[in-house]
């Protein structure tokens, strides 16, 4: 039997979703710790600017924060995650994403 984190990663890997862009899957991949994406977000940071960009990595510019967050939560209801794994997925989230729009 699966675990909810191993559910969790099969419910959002690439392969579910035929237009999940490439950049798409390595936001995904660098939340969840995984390395499914080619190229991956070296090193696997995502950081979402005080004026509410979202950059990721060394210096890869993501887009703005209101599209990332836009995107996540149409891919999180397209899994059709439990509760548990919404639970996981946002301790992932708060883990690999720091946001500095916050005081």
Same mark, same amino acid.
């Given at each position: ?5 191993? =559910? +969790?990663?099969?419910? +959002? ?17 660098? *939340? ?8 991956? *977000? !070296?090193?696997?940071? *995502?950081? *979402?600017? =005080? !004026? ?52």
């Amino acid at each position: 039997m699966k675990t909810h984190m191993e =559910s +969790l990663k099969a419910k +959002l890997h690439p392969s579910r979703f035929t237009h999940m862009s490439p950049k798409m899957a390595a936001l995904v991949a660098a *939340i969840l710790g995984e390395d499914w994406a080619t190229p991956a *977000i !070296d090193p696997p940071e *995502i950081h *979402i600017t =005080s !004026d509410g960009f979202v950059t990721a990595g060394a210096s890869d510019f993501v887009g703005t924060a209101r599209d990332f967050f836009r995107n996540f939560k149409a891919l999180l209801k397209a899994a059709g995650l439990t509760e548990e794994e919404l639970s996981l997925w946002r301790e992932c989230f708060a883990k690999h994403v720091t946001d500095w729009r916050r005081p």
